[in-house]
Protein backbone atom coordinates (compact mmCIF):
# COMPACT_ATOMS: atom_id res chain seq x y z
CA UNK A 1 0.00 0.00 0.00
CA UNK A 2 1.46 3.38 -1.04
CA UNK A 3 0.32 6.86 0.91
CA UNK A 4 1.29 10.00 -0.64
CA UNK A 5 2.78 12.75 0.93
CA UNK A 6 2.71 16.68 1.35
CA UNK A 7 4.46 17.43 -2.44
CA UNK A 8 4.99 21.09 -0.62
CA UNK A 9 6.97 19.37 2.04
CA UNK A 10 9.70 18.28 -0.99
CA UNK A 11 12.87 19.18 1.37
CA UNK A 12 15.42 17.10 2.49
CA UNK A 13 14.40 14.76 5.35
CA UNK A 14 16.60 16.12 8.16
CA UNK A 15 14.62 19.44 8.17
CA UNK A 16 11.70 18.93 10.62
CA UNK A 17 8.80 19.27 8.65
CA UNK A 18 9.61 16.88 6.56
CA UNK A 19 10.34 14.75 9.01
CA UNK A 20 6.61 15.01 10.74
CA UNK A 21 5.57 14.67 7.29
CA UNK A 22 7.75 11.05 6.47
CA UNK A 23 6.13 10.06 10.38
CA UNK A 24 2.47 10.75 9.25
CA UNK A 25 2.74 8.58 6.28
CA UNK A 26 4.36 6.18 7.66
CA UNK A 27 1.75 6.20 10.86
CA UNK A 28 -0.92 6.42 8.57
CA UNK A 29 0.42 3.30 6.85
CA UNK A 30 0.71 1.46 9.97
CA UNK A 31 -2.70 1.91 10.90
CA UNK A 32 -3.83 1.16 7.57
CA UNK A 33 -1.66 -2.24 7.62
CA UNK A 34 -3.52 -2.84 11.19
CA UNK A 35 -6.73 -2.39 9.91
CA UNK A 36 -6.41 -4.63 7.25
CA UNK A 37 -4.60 -7.14 8.95
CA UNK A 38 -7.50 -7.40 11.51
CA UNK A 39 -10.07 -7.33 8.54
CA UNK A 40 -8.55 -10.25 7.28
CA UNK A 41 -7.94 -12.19 10.45
CA UNK A 42 -11.48 -11.44 11.59
CA UNK A 43 -12.58 -13.57 8.60
CA UNK A 44 -10.49 -16.32 9.03
CA UNK A 45 -7.10 -15.85 7.31
CA UNK A 46 -3.75 -14.92 8.91
CA UNK A 47 -2.52 -11.93 8.00
CA UNK A 48 0.18 -9.72 9.84
CA UNK A 49 0.67 -5.87 9.27
CA UNK A 50 4.00 -4.74 8.57
CA UNK A 51 4.08 -0.06 8.73
CA UNK A 52 7.37 1.21 7.73
CA UNK A 53 10.69 -0.03 7.03
CA UNK A 54 11.67 -0.74 10.91
CA UNK A 55 8.25 -2.53 11.47
CA UNK A 56 8.57 -6.15 9.71
CA UNK A 57 10.89 -8.42 7.74
CA UNK A 58 9.38 -7.41 4.55
CA UNK A 59 11.25 -5.70 1.92
CA UNK A 60 9.12 -3.04 0.18
CA UNK A 61 10.80 -1.83 -2.82
CA UNK A 62 10.77 -5.20 -4.25
CA UNK A 63 7.08 -6.48 -3.75
CA UNK A 64 5.76 -2.92 -4.24
CA UNK A 65 7.50 -3.49 -8.03
CA UNK A 66 6.19 -6.88 -8.10
CA UNK A 67 2.65 -5.67 -7.14
CA UNK A 68 2.77 -3.05 -10.02
CA UNK A 69 2.84 -0.23 -7.63
CA UNK A 70 5.86 1.53 -10.08
CA UNK A 71 9.08 0.85 -10.94
CA UNK A 72 12.82 0.80 -9.36
CA UNK A 73 14.68 4.33 -9.86
CA UNK A 74 17.76 5.29 -10.46
CA UNK A 75 18.13 6.45 -6.92
CA UNK A 76 16.76 3.17 -5.41
CA UNK A 77 13.78 4.18 -4.51
CA UNK A 78 10.24 3.21 -6.20
CA UNK A 79 8.70 5.74 -8.70
CA UNK A 80 5.08 5.66 -9.03
CA UNK A 81 3.41 7.01 -12.24
CA UNK A 82 1.22 9.43 -10.04
CA UNK A 83 3.20 10.43 -6.97
CA UNK A 84 6.94 9.90 -8.00
CA UNK A 85 8.86 8.75 -4.82
CA UNK A 86 7.10 10.83 -2.92
CA UNK A 87 5.21 8.49 -0.78
CA UNK A 88 5.71 5.35 2.02
CA UNK A 89 4.71 2.08 1.98
CA UNK A 90 3.53 -0.23 3.81
CA UNK A 91 2.02 -4.20 4.01
CA UNK A 92 0.36 -7.36 4.86
CA UNK A 93 1.67 -10.16 4.28
CA UNK A 94 -1.07 -13.16 4.60
CA UNK A 95 -2.15 -16.62 3.25
CA UNK A 96 -5.17 -15.52 1.53
CA UNK A 97 -5.73 -15.97 -1.83
CA UNK A 98 -5.61 -12.50 -3.77
CA UNK A 99 -5.38 -12.39 -7.96
CA UNK A 100 -2.20 -11.16 -8.27
CA UNK A 101 -1.21 -7.66 -10.05
CA UNK A 102 1.67 -7.59 -12.51
CA UNK A 103 4.72 -5.42 -12.51
CA UNK A 104 4.45 -2.28 -14.58
CA UNK A 105 6.61 -0.78 -17.37
CA UNK A 106 5.92 3.26 -17.64
CA UNK A 107 9.34 4.41 -18.84
CA UNK A 108 11.45 4.83 -15.77
CA UNK A 109 14.25 3.12 -17.08
CA UNK A 110 14.12 4.98 -20.44
CA UNK A 111 13.56 8.29 -18.11
CA UNK A 112 16.66 7.46 -15.77
CA UNK A 113 19.32 6.42 -18.62
CA UNK A 114 19.74 9.60 -19.74
CA UNK A 115 18.83 11.68 -16.42
CA UNK A 116 21.78 12.70 -14.04
CA UNK A 117 20.20 14.82 -11.45
CA UNK A 118 19.59 12.35 -8.63
CA UNK A 119 23.26 11.24 -9.16
CA UNK A 120 24.40 14.98 -9.28
CA UNK A 121 22.05 16.03 -6.29
CA UNK A 122 23.94 12.92 -3.82
CA UNK A 123 26.24 14.56 -1.32
CA UNK A 124 28.03 11.21 -1.16
CA UNK A 125 27.86 10.32 -4.57
CA UNK A 126 26.18 7.09 -3.76
CA UNK A 127 24.14 6.53 -7.11
CA UNK A 128 25.94 4.75 -9.98
CA UNK A 129 24.93 6.11 -13.03
CA UNK A 130 24.69 2.75 -14.42
CA UNK A 131 23.05 -0.33 -13.81
CA UNK A 132 24.97 -2.86 -11.70
CA UNK A 133 24.65 -6.32 -11.65
CA UNK A 134 23.39 -7.33 -8.08
CA UNK A 135 22.71 -10.86 -7.09
CA UNK A 136 22.43 -11.68 -10.66
CA UNK A 137 20.21 -8.86 -11.54
CA UNK A 138 20.92 -6.07 -13.53
CA UNK A 139 19.41 -3.20 -12.09
CA UNK A 140 20.09 0.05 -10.32
CA UNK A 141 22.22 0.37 -7.71
CA UNK A 142 23.12 2.78 -4.30
CA UNK A 143 26.03 2.25 -2.77
CA UNK A 144 24.53 1.92 0.83
CA UNK A 145 27.85 1.98 2.18
CA UNK A 146 28.28 5.67 1.20
CA UNK A 147 24.44 6.45 1.72
CA UNK A 148 23.61 5.25 5.13
CA UNK A 149 26.51 7.32 7.27
CA UNK A 150 25.24 10.29 5.62
CA UNK A 151 21.78 9.38 6.10
CA UNK A 152 22.43 8.74 9.67
CA UNK A 153 24.96 11.71 10.67
CA UNK A 154 22.02 14.07 8.94
CA UNK A 155 18.95 12.65 10.58
CA UNK A 156 17.78 11.52 7.26
CA UNK A 157 18.55 12.88 3.81
CA UNK A 158 16.11 12.13 1.29
CA UNK A 159 17.69 14.36 -1.29
CA UNK A 160 17.65 12.47 -4.54
CA UNK A 161 14.17 11.23 -4.34
CA UNK A 162 13.23 15.45 -3.79
CA UNK A 163 15.18 16.59 -6.94
CA UNK A 164 13.81 13.95 -9.10
CA UNK A 165 11.72 15.00 -11.68
CA UNK A 166 9.35 12.00 -11.27
CA UNK A 167 8.38 13.66 -7.89
CA UNK A 168 7.04 16.99 -9.17
CA UNK A 169 3.48 17.31 -8.24
CA UNK A 170 2.02 16.28 -11.53
CA UNK A 171 4.89 15.36 -13.62
CA UNK A 172 5.03 11.90 -13.52
CA UNK A 173 1.95 11.18 -15.84
CA UNK A 174 2.95 12.80 -18.55
CA UNK A 175 6.67 11.82 -17.91
CA UNK A 176 4.99 8.32 -18.00
CA UNK A 177 3.01 8.71 -21.49
CA UNK A 178 5.88 11.01 -23.38
CA UNK A 179 8.57 7.90 -22.31
CA UNK A 180 5.99 5.35 -23.59
CA UNK A 181 5.21 7.03 -26.75
CA UNK A 182 8.58 8.10 -27.52
CA UNK A 183 9.48 4.23 -27.10
CA UNK A 184 6.90 2.98 -29.95
CA UNK A 185 7.71 5.84 -32.33
CA UNK A 186 11.58 3.69 -32.96
Not at 19 to 36: D, F, L, P, V, W
Request: with cysteine; glycine share 10%; aromatic share 8%.
Amino acid sequence: MGYQQDPNVRKCASEDDAQTEYHNQYRRGNRSAIKMANWICEHGQYAEPNGGPEAGSTLYIPAAVEAGLGELGKHGSLINRESGSWFRLSAVKTNLELVADKPVDIGVDDFCINCKICEQACPVDAIYPSKQLVRGIEKWYVDFDKCIPFFTGHRGCGICIAECPWSRPGVGPNLAEKMLKRRTQQ
